[in-house]
């Protein structure tokens, strides 16, 4: 009894792997069909052809250009400035007299 119900195991194991793969397998082929835009070489006529270019690759919105002087931000202040002043003296005074 024991060995059938390996046997039967065995079986639904098989089964489910066969399941996962095929849907595996599915999934992999039906992203490829869905990716493939319009073929727009096909078309003969030349406005057509760019009618149709222009309605699978639409134009990017452009994004409004950040004012430089827009008084909501503060000004930028570089916080390595005045370390750079006190590392500068330090090298300054290593050698007075040379």
Same mark, same amino acid.
């Given at each position: =009894?024991?060995?059938?119900? &390996? ?5 639904? @194991? !098989? &089964? /489910?792997?066969?399941? =996962? &793969?095929? +849907? &595996?397998?599915?999934? +992999? /082929?039906?992203? $490829?069909?869905?990716?493939? $835009?319009?073929?727009? @070489?096909?078309?003969?006529? +030349?406005?057509?052809?760019? !009618?149709?270019?222009?309605? !699978?690759? #639409? #134009? ?13 931000? *503060? *000004? ?12 500068? !003296? ?9």
């Amino acid at each position: =009894m024991t060995r059938f119900r &390996l046997v039967d195991w065995i079986r639904r @194991r !098989a &089964l /489910l792997v066969a399941l =996962m &793969l095929g +849907t &595996l397998i599915l999934g +992999t /082929l039906s992203q $490829g069909a869905v990716a493939a $835009g319009p073929d727009c @070489r096909a078309i003969e006529s +030349t406005s057509g052809r760019l !009618a149709c270019y222009d309605a !699978a690759f #639409p #134009p990017k919105e452009k994004k409004p250009a950040a004012a430089e002087g827009d008084g909501s931000r *503060a *000004a930028y202040k570089d916080p390595f400035v005045a370390e750079e002043a006190r590392t500068a !003296a330090k090298l300054k005074n290593i050698c007075r007299g040379c």
